[in-house]
């Protein structure tokens, strides 16, 4: 299998070391033996809980027409539009509600004498003027216009057709779904003025007015807002982990600060962003500790219109040649070594910062002490609403089409949401999150004199969850922070990378993992080399490679690597069906230490069902199964990759082994282990054992001794069990059967 080490920012040290889609509102699949009876036709309709919805009807014009399935209706003959001719849908939102449409999107059929022209108009103009393209079999119909948002009244849309060659010609609509966002009004108002909330406390039917200072971590902390002013001369910071989160519009004469750690939340698509003078937002970012001048870390800009090198840019202390962007399309790898052949893929980054790019910047100066953590600074208009990045694919067919794109918004981004949004399928499952844990060395794969190690990223996919670095560091929990950069791989040949508000969370805590029966696995030494794995059991996951569940293991040559083997790939993340039976999973382990050494696998971290669960691991090189709950399988390794030696065994509780054996008895089996190595067996003195089975915890059977002795007690030294666990099934003379798990 080829190295992948294409995430590597290569870089010669010449100088020191030569929202189209958002949310349904108003739906119907219209799954009905004969819909078009009722006018209107409300059954299966799925409404926001904040609107009315009329279902869908038909004009005076138009007859209902008998079909299954779909809303049907004749009568479309005339030879130009008319205006009792329609199909029609209300939306009303309740009180202290609006709608903020995005689109509405139908499947329409018409029959051979059926309509052949259509139009979609609304009762905003009293239904004077045409929505989009619709056709007759059906459109998607872009309503972010202005005139479709902020509406706090009823709203009818109308779609009309015309043109049919016989009033018998039917047309109907199959299904149809509105996408929108439904949010409060603002009708009431309550101001900050330095000291106390006047009128009332601030929540998310009120519109904030700050006019005044206000830290949240002395004056009240986080809260939520319905719209905010910012007035001029005055400060709304936002420290710690606390938030702020706005259902729409923000307006900033003054200032609006985000520390580290903090997060500045709006969640309607259609809301704006207004800096009035010298308003603006600032975002600060504190990095973890950088090593050397040479450190990078992985960014993307929060605000608009930001441009590498200009002050306030967050990057313009970092010189103007350390800062990196990557583009696929130039990676072409012909000789196979991992490395694109034009070291073109990595280059300079110039010009503006695009939203949702991510951006590889060295530390600020050379000249400060190290290590250090540095604070980045970036200003201006935040970025909100949906933000569409391109992706790009690798000139050669069979190259990886890694794509370094990052979290564009003043706030914490939900991975998950990220991935699973319907505008993101051409994008693989897991991102790939950089530690920089360790520095450049000449002894890491790459063509210049020092280069870093894929080994520093760690790995995160919604289905399963997150795994540590090769280099340490704990597992992601799926939240990518504010400005954060992450490399993804693209699975089709073109399209673009969607962010919307959706996304946006206000804390760190959201823990979108779907996963709840999973184990981590490490392999270590005692010389600081580690690698994990993460196996999940959830529902949607197969035993094959599947989007969303399973994440590569990335190798960057370092001295260990662990991971799970499907398809024969090599994953660090591994989402399987949900565990109702025993699952023998195959482990590999690559090990570049010359010579026998001493290693240890063993459990991290233990979640769900597999709390109570049998795990061991299985060695066919030495035919020992471990109980991996009793503690970390100790074992020699010589250098090599080994795909076959190991297997991870987890078997649910119900499914014990012990269970599946017939025990008929209350008596109690005793098993002792012996100073020379041989075990003793022990029953009750009022009983004799007539026969012993030994079985591991496959359920194979290794021994099977028929005892001649009249003995309650009994001693055997079993040369050839190596197992570290094992079930002991002792028959006795009164017929009854006992069962034991023992220890060597």
């Known amino acids: 299998m080829k190295k992948k080490y294409y995430l590597l920012l290569l870089v010669c040290f010449s100088l020191a070391f030569n929202s189209s ?55 479309w003959n005339t030879a130009a539009l008319d205006n009792t001719a329609y199909f029609e849908f209300t939306l009303n939102p309740n009180m202290g509600y609006e709608i903020d449409f995005i689109s509405f999107i139908y499947t329409g ?40 948002q902020n509406i706090s009244g009823p709203i009818t849309f109308g779609i009309y057709a015309w043109g049919a060659s016989s ?20 009708p009431l108002t309550t101001t900050w003025d330095g000291t106390m909330w006047t009128p009332a406390l601030p929540d998310n039917t009120y519109s904030i007015v700050i006019d005044g200072d206000y830290d949240t971590a002395t004056d009240g902390g986080s809260f939520d807002a319905c719209s905010l002013f910012v007035n001029a001369g005055n400060t709304l910071a936002i420290q710690g982990t606390d938030y702020v989160q706005v259902t729409n519009d923000v307006t900033i004469d003054g200032t609006i600060l985000v520390a580290s750690e903090a997060n500045f939340v709006q969640l309607d698509v259609a809301s704006t962003v207004t800096l009035n003078g010298v308003g603006t937002g600032i975002v600060q970012k504190t990095t973890t500790p950088l090593q050397a001048y040479y450190s990078y870390t ?57 939203p949702g790019k991510g951006y590889a910047a060295f530390a600020q100066s050379s000249a400060m002490p190290f290590p250090q953590a540095q604070t980045y600074t970036f200003d201006g208009q935040f970025n909100n609403g949906q933000i569409t990045t391109l992706v790009t694919v690798s000139v050669a067919a069979g190259d990886p089409n890694w ?57 995160y996919n919604p289905g399963t969850g997150g795994v540590a670095a090769v280099t340490g560091g704990t597992a992601p929990t799926g939240i990518i922070a504010s400005g954060q950069g992450f490399f993804i791989e693209a699975l089709t040949s073109s399209g673009v990378a969607t962010f919307n508000n959706s996304m946006r969370v206000t804390t760190g805590n959201d823990d979108f993992f779907r996963a709840t029966d999973r184990v981590w696995l490490n392999l270590e030494n005692d010389y600081g080399a580690f690698s994990q794995i993460l196996i999940g059991f959830v529902e949607g996951a197969t035993i094959g490679v599947d989007r969303l569940y399973d994440g590569k293991r ?9 991971f799970s083997i499907i398809e024969d790939g090599h994953y660090a993340i591994q989402g399987l069906e949900e565990l109702t039976e025993e699952k023998v999973i195959p482990l590999g382990i690559k090990n570049l230490v010359s010579g026998e050494n001493e290693y240890r696998i063993s459990i991290d971290n233990i979640e769900g069902i597999l709390e109570t669960s049998e795990i061991f691991l299985v060695d066919n090189l030495t035919n ?76 194979r059977q290794l021994y099977d001794i028929n005892i001649t002795e009249q003995e309650n007690q009994i001693r055997f030294k079993l040369a050839e069990l190596n197992q570290v666990v094992f079930i002991a099934k002792a028959t006795l003379a009164n017929g009854n059967v006992l069962i034991k798990k023992g220890l060597k």
């Open 21 to 75: 889609f958002g949310q349904s509102i108003f739906n119907n699949p219209i799954t009905d033996p004969n819909p078009s009876i009722s006018n209107p036709f409300v059954v299966g309709q799925i409404v926001d809980a904040n609107i009315v919805a009329s279902g869908i009807g038909r004009g005076a014009g138009i007859n209902g027409a008998n079909a299954a399935n779909r809303y049907n209706a004749r009568s």
């Open 109 to 148: 059929q018409a029959s051979g004498a059926g309509p052949n022209a259509i139009a979609l108009r609304s009762s905003l103009d009293a239904y004077t003027s045409d929505i989009g393209v619709p056709t007759i079999a059906g459109s998607t119909i872009d309503l972010s216009a202005m005139a479709y």
């Open 167 to 186: 009033a018998i010609g039917t047309f109907s609509i199959n299904d149809f779904t509105f996408n929108g966002i439904v949010g409060l009004e603002c």
């Open 298 to 354: 992985y960014w993307s800009s929060p605000f608009v219109n930001e441009t590498l090198g200009e002050v306030g840019s967050g990057l313009d202390l970092v010189p103007v040649n350390r800062v990196f962007d990557y583009d696929a399309s130039n990676f072409e790898d012909t000789d196979t070594d991992g490395f694109d052949d034009n070291s073109n893929d990595w280059a300079i980054a110039t010009g503006p910062m695009i």
């Open 403 to 459: 794509n370094f794109l990052g979290n564009p918004y003043p706030s914490g981004l939900n991975a998950g949401t990220f991935l699973t949004h319907p505008a993101n399928v051409g994008l693989d499952g897991t991102i790939y999150l950089w530690t920089h844990n360790s520095a450049p060395l000449g002894a890491n794969p790459g063509p210049d004199n020092l280069n870093f190690s894929v080994d520093d990223y760690a790995s």
């Open 554 to 562: 990335l190798d960057g040559g370092s001295y260990i690597s662990f």
């Open 624 to 699: 020992v199964t471990h109980d991996l709950n009793s503690g970390a399988y100790v074992f020699n390794s010589e250098e090599g990759i080994f795909k076959e030696r190991f297997e991870l065994l987890l078997r649910p509780e119900a499914l014990s082994i012990i269970d599946n054996l017939t025990d008929d008895s209350t008596e109690d089996l005793m098993i002792t282990k012996n100073g020379d190595g041989s075990l003793t067996f022990t029953v009750a003195s009022n009983t004799e054992i007539r026969n012993i089975q030994i079985f591991d915890v496959l359920g």
